[in-house]
């Protein structure tokens, strides 16, 4: 089955940076679209960038344009999302997943069928 592992989490101060990897497996991961979501306590799960097949193409919330960078290594099976100039509100659990279908850069929750457990980020002031 397909698995998603995030890692790279941590606490950092407020314009610190992190880098988060998702090791993927289980599918052809080159075929597909992948992205990064976030949840904070108390509110809706977010996309914060997304990202085609062949890593052409990308999507970021405004939140992250500037500061994050998607990216993949489709030799490795994996995506990134470099984290620069955080902010306490980044303050939330990251997520990675993957579409159920389509290789372009999705943006929608409801297109991501597949999921890790989550990193945790805390940014403090």
């Known amino acids: 089955q397909v698995q998603l592992v995030e890692s790279g989490g941590g606490l950092v101060q407020a314009g610190g940076s992190l880098r988060l990897s998702c090791a993927a497996s289980?599918?052809?991961?080159?075929?597909?679209?992948m992205a990064w979501f976030r949840q904070a306590p108390g509110k809706e799960r977010e996309l914060v960038a997304a990202?085609?097949?062949?890593?052409?193409?990308?999507n970021y919330a405004d939140f992250g344009k500037g500061r994050f960078t998607i990216s993949r290594d489709n030799a490795k099976n994996t995506v990134y999302l470099q984290m620069n100039s955080l902010k306490p509100e980044d303050t939330a659990v990251y997520y990675c997943?993957?579409?159920?279908?389509?290789?372009?850069?999705?943006?929608?929750?409801?297109?991501?069928?597949?999921w890790g457990q989550g990193t945790q980020v805390t940014v403090s002031s």
């Open positions: 289980g599918r052809t991961f080159s075929m597909y679209a």
């Open positions: 990202i085609n097949w062949s890593g052409t193409s990308t």
């Open positions: 997943a993957s579409a159920r279908y389509g290789s372009s850069s999705l943006t929608a929750l409801s297109q991501y069928g597949y």
